[in-house]
Every structure is written in C-alpha cells, then in structure tokens.
C-alpha cells in the first residue's frame, strides 16, 4: 500500500490502527486459501490484484468521483436496484461483511447471538475501518430479515440510511408494494445526486447490469462441465468482487476469464480430477473475505461448482427486460426481475426448492452443501423444505450452521469428511 492511500484512509476518517490489524491480517488468509491452489486461470491475476489493492485504488476511484460532486451507495442486499443508482450517475458498492475481525467490534452494541454477517457490517462502521462505508453517501438496507431490519436502525445513528420494504409474500398486493418502494427509492436517489432518473438513464443502466450478470453467468456456465476449469473459491471470489468493482470494468474482466476457462474446457483441462466430488452450496451468502466453507471443501478433494446464494446465482440469474419505454415502464420490468429473487425471506418460498433441485441436476453435484450463518432463522427453517426436497430426488444434503470464526474447524472438517466419504461410497 502506498503512502497515499494512508492520507486518503486518514481523511476519509478511518481507524488507522484498526485498519492496519485487518490489512495486515489479510494477506496469510489470501495466501493460504488462494495463491496455494494450484493451476489457476491467469485471469485471476485481476482479481487477486483487486484483493491485494482491496482498499486502494477502488477506493479512491469511488472518492475521486465524489470530490466530481458524485455520490456513492452502500448496500448490502441483491435486492437493491443499483439500475437506479447508476441512472443518477451514482456509483453503487455492495459493502462486505464477511470477517470475524469487524464482530467483536459490533457486539459492543449489538446482541452477541446475532448473524455474523449483520454484526460484521455493522462492526465496520461502528470501528471506522472500512474506506467503503466511509466514501458512501447513503447505506440502504432492507427488510429482507428482523435482525438487518433493526441493525440498520441503529446504524442510521452513525450514517444516512434508507430502508426499502422488501416484502414477504410473492403475492399481488406484496408486487405492488415492491414496486412502490422502487419508484419512491427513485425518487430518494434523485434527492441525494440532484440528477433526475431519465427513461434513457434507466436503460442505458439496465443493459450495463444485464452485461453483468450476463459474463457472470457465462462463468457459472463453464463450471458445469467435468472436470471442472475453475475452482469453487476462484469463482466464489470473482462473485464477490463484482459487488463492488466498477462494473464495465468488471464485465471486460469477467468476459476474459471466461474465454480462457472455455479454452480449458475445449483442451479437456480441470483444475481438479474428473472424478472429485461435485457440490453444490446453497444458503446464507457468503461475502469476502468469507471463503470459509469453500476452502474446506476445496482442502478435503471436494469441488464447489456452484452456488445457490445471493453471491451465487440469486445474484445475477435473471435479467431485467431490456423492452426501453416510460421511465414508469422500466421502473416497474426492474421491479418485477428482483421479486424472481428467491430469498428465504419469502413465504412461501418453493421456487427457492426448485432452483436448488434444477441446479445440483445442472452442475452434475454428487451432494449439496446447505450453509447457514449461525442465527439466521429464514434460512435454517427453510432448510427443513430444502432437505425433503433433495431426498425426494436422492440427493445427499449436509447441512452446516456456522459464523465466521474458526473455532470450529475441526468439527466442520470431521462432518465434510464423512460427508464426502458417503458420496465416494
Ligand atoms: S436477498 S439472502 S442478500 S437478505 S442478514 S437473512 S444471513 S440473518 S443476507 Fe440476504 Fe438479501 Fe436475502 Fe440475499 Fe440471514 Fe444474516 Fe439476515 Fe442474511
């Protein structure tokens, strides 16, 4: 890191000594769980510079463009639009929450049996180290669970927040207010830029997301053959990363590698044995640095090839129709692609079973993986629905509940074991 980035972190009103800890902690976990695998696509050089830089240049991209009169928003949900953000000429960041180190720091306020991922963003802003939430204008959250929905009100006590209704019913009347709440987050986003939302704004940023997740799905794409070009943690990694890198950027980037793991496919050349069991994740998601369950499964001969989450395919599995219109027109296709999201928030939630069934049979999984972040309710009950699902069609289900320490790891490595010991047979 340069010296540069320590005036802008300064400014920018970090903690610079907690900041140091998590810089310094990073690199042995990137090394252990990245650089050490072998056979990696070169385009994962990008991604991996992106990590090591990981509040560097992005960053101060993010602040060039506010010090232009720009706005930034933080979000930490699929289910916020970021067409409209982008539309205004903001730039959207999904903020990540995905370390212990951020907990501790948030169990000063928050109730410590409290989902890791909601304490770990809140343990960011509340110790001031991450340069993202810092550079941002407005957080919106959302009320997809009650633990999120009532962390961000005390976290409206440090910084701007909006919360949109996400509702809980798929439902005529829940549409209507979804896509109520996505025409008045318009309208909160015009307020904060002071640029109005135009229908040829919303257009130009819908094509640009659909680019997106249009490279992203290619990606997932290659990971269903055998044997399997890319690893479960590289393609979890280049995931993650698109939640806030810049996303024409991101496009080019993802597009690249995927050309090159077509290349491998066409040469018949895996990153693991052919014969590797093949899993399938499905559950909570999973936001860097958290590589957790990847790394163990990827460490016991197993290999991720997918994953059902929303840093997975809930993130970037449907498009927004890209038919133009009204500014109302597009506002509502645009509301319409994020309730096809299958979150466990929702109820009932049966498509969410046929997905995980459609893609265990899609992605060729010998077994599936159910994560679950500790403390998170929606998901563990829907579990129950998840594993009679998979039973029907006989396929094996492990389920694990976990957070983001280690202390752990000896349990979950016994029970992947025997897991991956039944499916070998
Ligand atoms: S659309 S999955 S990103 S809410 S915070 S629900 S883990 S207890 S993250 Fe999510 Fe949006 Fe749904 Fe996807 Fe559970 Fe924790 Fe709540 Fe969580």
């Given at each position: 890191m340069t010296t540069d980035y320590r005036q802008m972190w300064a400014d920018l009103g970090i903690d610079l000594e907690r900041h140091d800890a998590l810089l310094g902690a990073l690199p042995p976990i990137y090394q252990k769980a990245y650089l050490s695998q072998r056979n990696r696509p070169i385009g994962m050089q990008f991604f991996d510079f992106v990590v090591g830089d990981i509040h560097g240049i992005r960053v101060q991209e993010l602040r060039q463009h506010a010090m232009n009169g720009g706005k930034v928003v933080a979000t930490y949900c699929v289910f916020v639009p970021e067409e409209i953000v982008l539309a205004a000429d903001a730039i959207p960041v999904g903020l990540c929450a995905g370390t212990q180190f951020s907990v501790p720091i948030a169990e000063e306020i928050l109730p410590r049996n409290t989902c890791a991922l909601i304490k770990s963003s809140f343990g960011f802003k509340l110790g001031r180290i991450c340069p993202y939430v810092q550079t941002s204008h407005l957080i919106v959250g959302e009320t997809t669970c009650d633990g999120k929905k009532k962390m961000f009100e005390i976290l409206a006590e440090y910084h701007p927040v909006h919360i949109m209704e996400v509702p809980n019913k798929k439902s005529q009347s829940s549409r209507d207010l979804w896509r109520g709440e996505v025409a008045a987050f318009k309208g909160v986003i015009e307020k904060l830029t002071g640029n109005e939302v135009t229908g040829e704004g919303l257009a130009r940023a819908t094509k640009l997301v659909n680019e997106r997740r249009r490279a992203l799905q290619r990606l997932y794409n290659t990971r269903q053959v055998r044997p399997v070009p890319i690893s479960g943690k590289d393609a979890l990694l280049v995931t993650q990363v698109s939640f806030y890198d810049d996303v024409a950027r991101c496009v080019q980037q993802v597009n690249a590698l995927c050309d090159e793991v077509e290349g491998r496919i066409a040469a018949g050349?895996?990153?693991?044995?052919?014969d590797a069991p093949r899993i399938l994740i499905s559950g909570s998601p999973m936001a860097i640095p958290n590589w957790k369950l990847h790394h163990l499964l990827e460490t016991a001969g197993a290999v991720v090839v997918c994953e059902e989450s929303c840093t997975g395919t809930r993130a970037f599995s449907d498009l927004v129709a890209e038919n133009g219109g009204t500014v109302q027109e597009q506002l509502r296709a645009i509301a319409d692609r994020y309730m096809q999201i299958h979150c466990a928030c929702f109820t009932p939630n049966d498509e969410r079973l046929d997905d995980i069934v459609r893609l265990a049979r899609e992605y060729q999984a010998d077994g599936v993986v159910h994560y679950n972040l500790q403390f998170c309710h929606t998901y563990a009950n829907e579990a129950v629905k998840v594993e009679r699902a998979l039973a029907e069609e006989g396929i094996p289900l492990l389920r694990i509940e976990t957070d983001y320490s280690d202390e752990d790891a000896g349990q979950l490595r016994a029970r992947v074991d025997a897991f991956l010991e039944m499916i070998r047979g």
């Open positions: 050349e895996g990153v693991f044995p052919a």
